[in-house]
């Protein structure tokens, strides 16, 4: 459930209709096999971060996890990169995004690839993790930090779900030098409406 004007507006900013069935409409037009799809099928839509499923392999790698490891995916969006994990590590992952109609998606797109044993989507905001403390081996996320203001809050919450040794993967946009940012970019319209490009 969304509580407040300024989470919606960034769920609005992302979602688009019923995504899921606009994808499988498009794939089948590909020539896709839309009953029996791989990751790599779905990477042009579904990885939805600068480099695409190139970043997501070499932060698989990167992270060094362990088959089978429970995976928590922070602003995991459609579930690309859960389903990376899921078919080339065996792992559990967890997908969590403030976007119904990406968590929605995300579950008719994974039935479709054949993982729904070891993906699942719950719709959530990031600052509040609907997990008990020391849920996860590890934690995973790619790009959601840019719309999210209170950066403590956030990797507090990360941490908190976090079993003790556990692991934060991150692949994330960070200011830098590179400032005033040149709108609109992927994650935000316009610089001061919606306000909430917190890189
Ligand atoms: C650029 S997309 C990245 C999606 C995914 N991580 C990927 O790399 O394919 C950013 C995602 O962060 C989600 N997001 C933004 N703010 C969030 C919050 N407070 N809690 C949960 N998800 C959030 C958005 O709904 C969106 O799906």
């Not at 919606?8 to 899921?20: I, T």
């Not at 990885?47 to 928590?72: K, N």
């Not at 020391?134 to 996320?141: L, N």
Request: net charge negative; with cysteine; glycine share 10%.
């Amino acid at each position: 459930m969304i509580t407040t004007d300024k989470l919606q507006q960034v769920a609005n900013h992302y979602e688009r209709g019923d995504v899921g069935a606009r994808i499988l409409a498009a794939l089948a037009a590909a020539g896709k096999p839309v009953d029996a799809l791989t990751p790599d099928d779905l990477a042009p839509v579904d990885q939805f971060h600068i480099r695409g499923p190139l970043a997501t392999r070499e932060l698989l790698h990167l992270a060094e996890l362990t088959e089978g490891s429970t995976v928590l995916d922070v602003g995991g969006g459609l579930g690309g990169p859960a389903r990376v994990l899921a078919s080339e590590l065996g792992c559990h992952v967890t997908v969590l995004d403030l976007a119904e109609a990406f968590c929605q998606a995300g579950e008719l797109l994974t039935a479709r690839t054949g993982l729904q044993a070891f993906v699942t989507f719950r719709q959530g905001n990031a600052l509040d993790l609907p997990f008990p403390d020391e849920s996860f081996d590890a934690v995973w996320t790619q790009h959601s930090s840019m719309n999210i203001e209170d950066k403590q809050q956030l990797y507090r919450e990360m941490a908190r779900v976090l079993r003790p040794g556990g692991k934060l993967a991150f692949n994330e946009i960070l200011a830098g030098a590179g400032q005033p940012l040149h709108f609109p970019v992927p994650w935000a319209s316009h610089a001061n409406n919606p306000p909430w490009a917190y890189i």
